[in-house]
């Protein structure tokens, strides 16, 4: 996305309609938050390895010059023994001629209660952003305006977050992200935003509710999950909905698994994902707004790969759902 600015008005005018058209991304969103909720909540403890790794790419509105580029990066490590975990996030975004980017490390704490599980967590970040020089031409090299967008934004911040694992099938979570965003909305980098959300899977098909599925010769079993979740950004609210399948192999879980994803944007789209080598499973997700620049884009585009160390056995056979 290349400008060219003469004057100071023409260059005032330019930021505001950046920020304006950027609005909806200041704070970066995913779909895959429903596959690794640590993207939104700091307390989530991956209950299936002591280790989780995560790596995901997203083009927002195909199709348009300089729609947004964010990239994610997360790693988190748990200590069973004393029931902490200790995680880091990584995250760049990019918007036409701004670039955005998000150092945050996260600790949280479980408490066992009976067949129950607290989390609680907190994230502390450092964030900046620049403005990419080489995307944009200046016929005024001493207009007073480009001092502060050389300069840019450098802003501390952190997020907090709790997790209650009611049942080894239910679980419910609250997350705040960017709380001092929320205090200075005028110096943020990216929008303060809270969270509210539940899941719940059980099993369809598999020895658990029909033994007849669960034969030696086909030990494969089926599993079906839901989640919704409210999202609150400043005076915006979002509900998002999931609706994932999932096949278990004997030795591996959610072998393959197929979700759809619904959001009250207008947004729609669908989730498939494969594991090829060993734990790492690859995942890409495909969206589309009815609502706005229909005409103009084809939708948004997701990949991640994820990999856990020290995975737990596999439970195909008999965890309950």
């Known amino acids: 996305m290349s400008k060219r600015v003469r004057g100071y008005t023409l260059w005032y005018c330019l930021l505001q309609l950046t920020f304006f058209c950027a609005r909806g991304q200041v704070n970066p969103s995913t779909a895959f938050y429903w596959e690794n909720p640590y993207y939104i909540n700091p307390a989530f403890v991956n209950t299936e390895a002591s280790a989780y790794f995560s790596l995901s790419?997203?083009?927002q509105w195909l199709g348009l010059s300089?729609?947004?580029v964010?990239?994610?990066?997360?790693?988190?490590?748990?200590?069973e023994k004393y029931k902490m975990q200790a995680g880091v996030k990584l995250?760049?975004?990019k918007i036409g001629y701004l670039n955005s980017t998000d150092v945050s490390f996260s600790y949280a704490y479980t408490l066992s209660f009976q067949e129950s599980f607290l989390s609680m967590g907190f994230s502390w970040g450092y964030q900046f952003q620049k403005a990419d020089r080489g995307e944009v031409l200046i016929e005024d090299e001493t207009d007073p305006a480009l001092e502060s967008l050389e300069a840019g934004k450098k802003k501390w911040n952190m997020g907090l977050g709790v997790e209650y694992i009611v049942t080894p099938s239910f679980r419910v979570g609250l997350s705040t992200q960017h709380l001092f965003s929320?205090?200075?909305?005028e110096d943020a980098v990216f929008g303060g935003t809270n969270y509210v959300y539940g899941r719940y899977r059980t099993r369809i098909l598999g020895r658990i509710f029909r033994p007849s599925y669960r034969t030696s010769?086909?030990?494969t079993t089926y599993d079906m999950e839901w989640g919704l979740c409210v999202k609150q950004t400043e005076d915006d609210f979002q509900v998002d909905g999931v609706l994932s399948f999932y096949l278990n192999h004997p030795t591996q879980r959610e072998k393959f698994q197929f979700s759809l994803l619904g959001r009250s944007t207008g947004e729609f789209g669908f989730l498939a994902g494969v594991k090829l080598l060993s734990e790492m499973k690859i995942l890409c997700s495909y969206d589309y707004n009815m609502r706005s620049l229909k005409s103009n884009t084809k939708g948004t585009f997701?990949?991640?790969?994820t990999y856990p160390l020290f995975p737990r056995k596999c439970v195909a056979d008999g965890f309950r759902r």
């Open 217 to 219: 010769a086909s030990p």
């Open 66 to 68: 300089g729609s947004p």
């Open 302 to 305: 997701e990949v991640i790969v």
């Open 70 to 79: 964010t990239v994610f990066g997360t790693g988190a490590f748990y200590w």
């Open 182 to 185: 929320f205090f200075k909305k």
């Open 57 to 59: 790419a997203r083009k």
């Open 91 to 93: 995250l760049n975004d």
